[in-house]
């Protein structure tokens, strides 16, 4: 999810990655909280699916849009995916801890998929872009496998 999230950023604008990342942080720690609080919201998983069917098809399609309306998608899966990790808590540990551990996690993977995603943008061997291309189609089809309950 995060390296789809990144490689939408970079094929919109070097500007929007920066507000991409930010709302992608913010509403995913949002969800977490969420999660550790106990609130319910339904749907979760399929959500979860729908942003890896979504992000892999939005770049394999080398779709455009407007920042706002990809923030705002982004937002929406970060928020079921926050939710999900925030229920995750193993009992026993202090939600501060298991906190603060997931807002450094955030931050990790979300640099480490930023700088791969920035990596494989700038392969210029005249196949980068149709390889990525056609990994984010094969990985649209295989979140389709996932909710279909065959992987």
Do not use: K
Request: proline fraction near 3%; glycine fraction near 16%; include cysteine.
């Amino acid at each position: 999810m995060i390296l789809l999230a990144s490689l939408f950023a970079l094929q919109l604008s070097a500007r929007s990655v920066w507000f991409m990342r930010s709302i992608f942080r913010g509403i995913v720690v949002l969800g977490g909280g969420l999660g550790l609080a106990g609130v319910a919201a339904p749907l979760v998983e399929v959500g979860i699916t729908l942003s890896i069917i979504v992000l892999g098809l939005v770049v394999a399609f080398n779709t455009r849009s407007p920042v706002a309306a990809a923030m705002g998608l982004l937002g929406i899966f970060a928020l079921f995916h926050g939710r999900a990790d925030g229920t995750e808590m193993p009992g026993g540990l202090s939600s501060v801890i298991y906190a603060l551990g997931f807002i450094a996690g955030v931050i990790l993977l979300h640099a480490l998929g930023e700088a791969f995603a920035r990596a494989i943008v700038s392969i210029d061997d005249g196949h980068g872009p149709i390889a990525t291309r056609t990994d984010c189609g094969f990985t649209a089809f295989s979140g389709l496998g996932v909710g279909a309950g065959v992987l």
